[in-house]
């Protein structure tokens, strides 16, 4: 005589509940994470930067730089918001 147990392993709601369950944590490991993380902070001297990589330098310490700037304009506001070196 089959038990209460052995009536609900057998049950297709449990296994689907299970499955649903499995997936949810697998997407949750895959999308959870940084899946394309951010690209590093530009390192050495601000004038062998591009383009693209002192607006994401502004960009990331919330300084909004325009999209019409130019280069010059933009390296001149890297620099007067680096951190001067300590000595």
Request: hydrophobic share 40%.
């Amino acid at each position: 005589m089959p038990t209460p147990l052995d009536k609900a392993l057998n049950s297709k709601n449990t296994f689907l509940a299970f499955t649903g369950i499995v997936t949810a944590v697998a997407a949750w490991s895959i999308w959870g994470q940084d899946m394309f993380p951010k690209e590093a902070d530009p390192t050495g001297d601000p004038e062998t930067w591009t383009y693209e990589e002192m607006r994401r330098w502004l960009a990331a310490r919330n300084l909004h730089p325009n999209s019409k700037d130019t280069i010059e304009q933009l390296l001149e506001r890297v620099k007067a918001n680096l951190r001067t070196p300590r000595a």
